[in-house]
C-alpha cells in the first residue's frame, strides 16, 4: 500500500514504534496540531480495511493498535520502502550536498523542504554550509529564476567531492543510507569489493584499509558518473610503475562492465594516479629516485634546525620514513587528490610544536613550488618528525624538584644522608646544605621542600623530619613531595608576569592586537622589529586556535630576544578567523629555551584538555588568572 503523502506515510511510521501526543506529533512534522488530527482521521479512513487503528490514549497520545495481525503484516510487507529523511542539520548539509552532486538537473528547496518536512528557511541555513564545502573543490551552485538551484564545476573536482564526502561518512557509519543507497548505484560495491583486492595483490600493490576503502569509493562514484553520461575530460597522467598500470587496467576493465559503456583513456590515466597515490611505498630509500622527495625531506629538517634549534639532521630512521612518505605525497599534491586524516586535531593537541615546525617549514618549501599542501598532509608529516623529536630529545621540559637540606651532625652523616636520598631518588637536587642556625635566620626558603634532621619551624614552603635512618613513612612523605609535578607552575612563574596581561573589554580586532602586543613586546627588548610580521605570516597560514576559544600566535620560528608570554582575556571574544578567541597566549620563545618550548606549548594544551577556558576569561587581573592557572596545572 502506498499513502497518498509523505506526511501521511512518516506520521504512521511514527505512531509504529511509539505512543505520542499530538504536540510531539505536530513538532517532529512541522505543522499544527489541527492539520495532525484531520492526518489522523485520513490515516483511519486508510487503514480500517487492513485492520489497524490509531487511537488517542488520554494522558499518553495517539497509539498504534492491531485488530488484524494477518491484516497488518499483509500491509507491512506491500509497503515501498521508506524514505530516509534527515533529521538534524549535518545530516541535512550531507544529504543536500549528495543529492546536488548526483542530479542532473536543477533542483528547488521547496520541494526538498516537502520532502524533508521542514522550511525552506531551515534548508536555506543548512546551504551555507553546502556552499563552503562545494568551494573548497571549485565548485559553484548557480540559481536560475524557476528552475532552482544546479551545481558546476570540473568532472574531476565533482568526483572528488562526493567520494571525500561519502569516505568521510564511511568512517563513521559504513551503513550510511547515504553510501548504502542514495549516492551509488545498487549492486556497484559488492563486485568492487569483491575484485580489487584480487587486481592489488597480483600487481604486488599493498594499500592500508583507508586507502583500499577510498579507491573502492572513488570507482562506485565513478560508475555512477560514467552510466550518467558523464565521462571524464582528456587527462594524461605522470609515467608511472608498471604494477600501477597493471592495476589501473584491470579495474578499467571492471569499470567498464559495471557501468555497461566503453572507459575513455582519460578514466583510466586518473585511476593510477589515485592508485600511486595511496599504494603503500615498500621500496628502500636508496632505490628512491624522485627529486622532489628527497629536497623537501632535506629542506624540512634543515629548516627545524635553523629555526628552531632541534638537530634531527643525522636522524636516518627519520630520513628513510620522511622519504618513504614524502615520495607519494608529492603525486597527491600534483593532482590536489585529499586524503582525509581523522587524527589530525589530536596530532595537533600531542605534538604542538612538532605542528608548528613543520608547518613553517612546509609553508616556507610551498613558496618556491606550485603545490598546496593540505593540513591533513602536514599532520602525517608531523607524526614523523613528533616521533624524531621524542627520540632524540626531552620532550617537555622536566624541572626536577630542589630540596635545602638542613642538618647539624657531622659531615659523615650528611653525605650518607645526601647520597641516600640521591640513591633512592635520582631526579632530587639537593641545592644547599644548611645549618640550623641558617635555616632560622632565612627570611624565604627558595627551594621547592625542606629535609630536616630535626624539627624546624615550617616557613613558606613543606618541611619533612629524617632520621639519619629513615623510617618507611618519612620516605613515603618524601616521595609524595618529589613525584609532586613543579614544571607546568614552575613555567607559569617564570614566563608569564602581571606587566605582560591585559584585559580587552571593548571590541578589538585580531590586527590591532598583534600591532599592540607586538610592539610593546619590542620596546621592552624581548623581540625585534620582524617578530610581527612574522606572527602575522604564520597566521595567514593556518588559524592558531587551539579550541574551545584558547587561540596561540607566535612567530615562525623562535625569534624571541627573551621568552615570554603575552596573556590576554577577552570576555567579549575577538574574531579569530570563522572563530572567536576569549583567551590568547602571545608566544615569544627564543632559541635558547628551545627544550623548554615544548613545555610552554604543554601548559595550554593542558588548559585546553582541562577545559578551563570558561573559567580563565572571568579573570579580572593577573593574581586571578595565576591562581586558576595553578589549579588547573596541579590537577594534570
Same mark, same amino acid.
Given at each position: 500500500?502506498?499513502?497518498?503523502?509523505?506526511?501521511?506515510?512518516?506520521?504512521?511510521?511514527? @505512531? /509504529? %514504534?511509539?505512543?505520542?501526543?499530538?504536540? &510531539? #506529533?505536530?513538532? $517532529?512534522? =512541522?505543522? +499544527?496540531?489541527? *492539520?495532525?488530527?484531520?492526518?489522523?482521521?485520513?490515516?483511519?479512513?486508510?487503514?480500517?480495511?487492513?485492520?489497524?487503528?490509531?487511537?488517542?490514549?488520554?494522558?499518553?497520545?495517539?497509539?498504534?493498535?492491531?485488530?488484524?495481525?494477518?491484516?497488518?503484516?499483509?500491509?507491512?510487507?506491500?509497503?515501498?520502502?521508506?524514505?530516509?529523511?534527515?533529521?538534524?542539520?549535518?545530516?541535512?548539509?550531507?544529504?543536500?550536498?549528495?543529492?546536488?552532486?548526483?542530479?542532473?538537473?536543477?533542483?528547488?528547496?521547496?520541494?526538498?523542504?516537502?520532502?524533508?518536512?521542514?522550511?525552506?528557511?531551515? @534548508? /536555506? %541555513?543548512?546551504?551555507?554550509?553546502?556552499? &563552503? #564545502?562545494?568551494? $573548497?573543490? =571549485?565548485? +559553484?551552485?548557480? *540559481?536560475?529564476?524557476?528552475?532552482?538551484?544546479?551545481?558546476?564545476?570540473?568532472?574531476?573536482?565533482?568526483?572528488?567531492?562526493?567520494?571525500?564526502?561519502?569516505?568521510?561518512?564511511?568512517?563513521?557509519?559504513?551503513?550510511?543510507?547515504?553510501?548504502?543507497?542514495?549516492?551509488?548505484?545498487?549492486?556497484?560495491?559488492?563486485?568492487?569489493?569483491?575484485?580489487?583486492?584480487?587486481?592489488?595483490?597480483?600487481?604486488?600493490?599493498?594499500?592500508?584499509?583507508?586507502?583500499?576503502?577510498?579507491?573502492?569509493?572513488?570507482?562506485?562514484?565513478?560508475?555512477?558518473?560514467?552510466?550518467?553520461?558523464?565521462?571524464?575530460?582528456?587527462?594524461?597522467?605522470?609515467?608511472?610503475?608498471?604494477?600501477?598500470?597493471?592495476?589501473?587496467?584491470?579495474?578499467?576493465?571492471?569499470?567498464?562492465?559495471?557501468?555497461?559503456?566503453?572507459?575513455?583513456?582519460?578514466?583510466?590515466?586518473?585511476?593510477?594516479?589515485?592508485?600511486?597515490?595511496?599504494?603503500?611505498?615498500?621500496?628502500?630509500?636508496?632505490?628512491?629516485?624522485?627529486?622532489?622527495?628527497?629536497?623537501?625531506?632535506?629542506?624540512?629538517?634543515?629548516?627545524?634546525?635553523?629555526?628552531?634549534?632541534?638537530?634531527?639532521?643525522?636522524?636516518?630512521?627519520?630520513?628513510?620514513?620522511?622519504?618513504?612518505?614524502?615520495?607519494?605525497?608529492?603525486?597527491?599534491?600534483?593532482?590536489?587528490?585529499?586524503?582525509?586524516?581523522?587524527?589530525?586535531?589530536?596530532?595537533?593537541?600531542?605534538?604542538?610544536?612538532?605542528?608548528?615546525?613543520?608547518?613553517?617549514?612546509?609553508?616556507?618549501?610551498?613558496?618556491?613550488?606550485?603545490?598546496?599542501?593540505?593540513?591533513?598532509?602536514?599532520?602525517?608529516?608531523?607524526?614523523?618528525?613528533?616521533?624524531?623529536?621524542?627520540?632524540?630529545?626531552?620532550?617537555?621540559?622536566?624541572?626536577?624538584?630542589?630540596?635545602?637540606?638542613?642538618?647539624?651532625?657531622?659531615?659523615?652523616?650528611?653525605?650518607?644522608?645526601?647520597?641516600?636520598?640521591?640513591?633512592?631518588?635520582?631526579?632530587?637536587?639537593?641545592?644547599?646544605?644548611?645549618?640550623?642556625?641558617?635555616?632560622?635566620?632565612?627570611?624565604?626558603?627558595?627551594?621547592?621542600?625542606?629535609?630536616?634532621?630535626?624539627?624546624?619551624?615550617?616557613?613558606?614552603?613543606?618541611?619533612?623530619?629524617?632520621?639519619?635512618?629513615?623510617?618507611?613513612?618519612?620516605?613515603?612523605?618524601?616521595?609524595?613531595?618529589?613525584?609532586?609535578?613543579?614544571?607546568?607552575?614552575?613555567?607559569?612563574?617564570?614566563?608569564?608576569?602581571?606587566?605582560?596581561?591585559?584585559?580587552?573589554?571593548?571590541?578589538?580586532?585580531?590586527?590591532?592586537?598583534?600591532?599592540?602586543?607586538?610592539?610593546?613586546?619590542?620596546?621592552?627588548?624581548?623581540?625585534?622589529?620582524?617578530?610581527?610580521?612574522?606572527?602575522?605570516?604564520?597566521?595567514?597560514?593556518?588559524?592558531?586556535?587551539?579550541?574551545?576559544?584558547?587561540?596561540?600566535?607566535?612567530?615562525?620560528?623562535?625569534?624571541?630576544?627573551?621568552?615570554?608570554?603575552?596573556?590576554?582575556?577577552?570576555?567579549?571574544?575577538?574574531?579569530?578567523?570563522?572563530?572567536?578567541?576569549?583567551?590568547?597566549?602571545?608566544?615569544?620563545?627564543?632559541?635558547?629555551?628551545?627544550?623548554?618550548?615544548?613545555?610552554?606549548?604543554?601548559?595550554?594544551?593542558?588548559?585546553?584538555?582541562?577545559?578551563?577556558?570558561?573559567?580563565?576569561?572571568?579573570?579580572?587581573?593577573?593574581?586571578?588568572?595565576?591562581?586558576?592557572?595553578?589549579?588547573?596545572?596541579?590537577?594534570?
Amino acid at each position: 500500500m502506498r499513502f497518498p503523502s509523505q506526511r501521511l506515510s512518516r506520521l504512521f511510521d511514527l @505512531l /509504529q %514504534n511509539e505512543t505520542l501526543p499530538q504536540d &510531539e #506529533l505536530a513538532r $517532529r512534522l =512541522n505543522v +499544527t496540531t489541527r *492539520t495532525v488530527r484531520a492526518d489522523i482521521s485520513a490515516l483511519n479512513e486508510l487503514l480500517r480495511q487492513h485492520g489497524v487503528q490509531l487511537v488517542l490514549n488520554r494522558g499518553s497520545g495517539y497509539q498504534l493498535t492491531v485488530d488484524d495481525m494477518g491484516r497488518y503484516q499483509a500491509l507491512q510487507a506491500s509497503r515501498p520502502k521508506a524514505l530516509r529523511i534527515p533529521r538534524t542539520a549535518p545530516e541535512r548539509v550531507h544529504y543536500l550536498a549528495v543529492r546536488f552532486l548526483t542530479s542532473a538537473f536543477s533542483l528547488k528547496l521547496e520541494d526538498l523542504a516537502e520532502e524533508w518536512f521542514v522550511s525552506r528557511a531551515t @534548508l /536555506q %541555513n543548512d546551504m551555507a554550509e553546502v556552499r &563552503e #564545502l562545494f568551494t $573548497r573543490y =571549485n565548485l +559553484t551552485l548557480e *540559481t536560475r529564476p524557476r528552475h532552482g538551484m544546479k551545481l558546476f564545476g570540473s568532472e574531476m573536482a565533482l568526483r572528488a567531492c562526493l567520494t571525500d564526502l561519502l569516505w568521510q561518512l564511511a568512517q563513521q557509519d559504513s551503513a550510511n543510507p547515504l553510501i548504502t543507497e542514495e549516492a551509488l548505484n545498487a549492486g556497484v560495491q559488492e563486485p568492487l569489493a569483491e575484485r580489487l583486492p584480487t587486481i592489488f595483490a597480483h600487481a604486488r600493490l599493498r594499500f592500508t584499509d583507508e586507502g583500499e576503502q577510498f579507491i573502492r569509493l572513488y570507482c562506485a562514484v565513478a560508475v555512477r558518473r560514467i552510466s550518467e553520461g558523464f565521462p571524464l575530460p582528456e587527462f594524461v597522467a605522470d609515467d608511472v610503475d608498471d604494477n600501477v598500470r597493471e592495476a589501473a587496467r584491470g579495474i578499467a576493465a571492471l569499470l567498464q562492465t559495471l557501468c555497461g559503456k566503453p572507459l575513455s583513456e582519460a578514466e583510466e590515466n586518473w585511476l593510477r594516479v589515485h592508485i600511486a597515490a595511496r599504494q603503500v611505498q615498500e621500496l628502500e630509500p636508496s632505490a628512491i629516485s624522485a627529486d622532489d622527495a628527497e629536497a623537501l625531506a632535506g629542506y624540512i629538517l634543515r629548516y627545524i634546525n635553523t629555526h628552531y634549534n632541534y638537530n634531527l639532521l643525522t636522524d636516518e630512521q627519520l630520513r628513510a620514513d620522511l622519504l618513504t612518505h614524502i615520495r607519494t605525497m608529492i603525486t597527491r599534491v600534483r593532482y590536489q587528490i585529499n586524503i582525509p586524516n581523522p587524527l589530525l586535531g589530536n596530532i595537533k593537541q600531542h605534538y604542538p610544536m612538532a605542528w608548528d615546525m613543520t608547518l613553517a617549514a612546509v609553508s616556507g618549501w610551498g613558496k618556491y613550488t606550485p603545490y598546496t599542501i593540505s593540513e591533513n598532509e602536514v599532520g602525517f608529516l608531523v607524526l614523523h618528525i613528533g616521533v624524531g623529536l621524542e627520540r632524540h630529545y626531552n620532550v617537555g621540559y622536566q624541572r626536577n624538584p630542589r630540596v635545602l637540606l638542613v642538618c647539624d651532625t657531622g659531615n659523615s652523616t650528611v653525605r650518607m644522608i645526601q647520597s641516600m636520598l640521591l640513591r633512592k631518588y635520582p631526579q632530587l637536587e639537593v641545592s644547599e646544605i644548611a645549618t640550623l642556625r641558617d635555616y632560622e635566620q632565612r627570611a624565604a626558603i627558595a627551594e621547592d621542600f625542606v629535609i630536616s634532621t630535626a624539627r624546624v619551624a615550617e616557613k613558606d614552603k613543606p618541611v619533612v623530619v629524617m632520621s639519619p635512618f629513615p623510617t618507611d613513612f618519612q620516605l613515603e612523605q618524601i616521595g609524595k613531595l618529589v613525584l609532586v609535578d613543579r614544571t607546568r607552575p614552575w613555567m607559569l612563574e617564570k614566563y608569564f608576569d602581571a606587566r605582560h596581561f591585559r584585559v580587552v573589554d571593548g571590541p578589538m580586532t585580531q590586527q590591532q592586537l598583534f600591532k599592540e602586543l607586538c610592539d610593546e613586546l619590542e620596546q621592552d627588548g624581548y623581540v625585534g622589529a620582524d617578530f610581527l610580521p612574522s606572527v602575522v605570516e604564520r597566521e595567514a597560514i593556518v588559524s592558531t586556535m587551539l579550541g574551545d576559544g584558547i587561540a596561540l600566535p607566535h612567530s615562525l620560528g623562535l625569534m624571541a630576544r627573551k621568552t615570554v608570554v603575552y596573556t590576554v582575556l577577552a570576555p567579549q571574544g575577538i574574531a579569530w578567523g570563522e572563530e572567536t578567541a576569549h583567551v590568547i597566549f602571545l608566544l615569544a620563545i627564543s632559541k635558547r629555551e628551545y627544550e623548554e618550548a615544548m613545555t610552554i606549548y604543554d601548559l595550554f594544551v593542558t588548559f585546553l584538555r582541562e577545559r578551563a577556558a570558561q573559567q580563565l576569561q572571568t579573570c579580572r587581573d593577573f593574581a586571578q588568572f595565576q591562581a586558576v592557572a595553578m589549579t588547573c596545572l596541579s590537577r594534570f
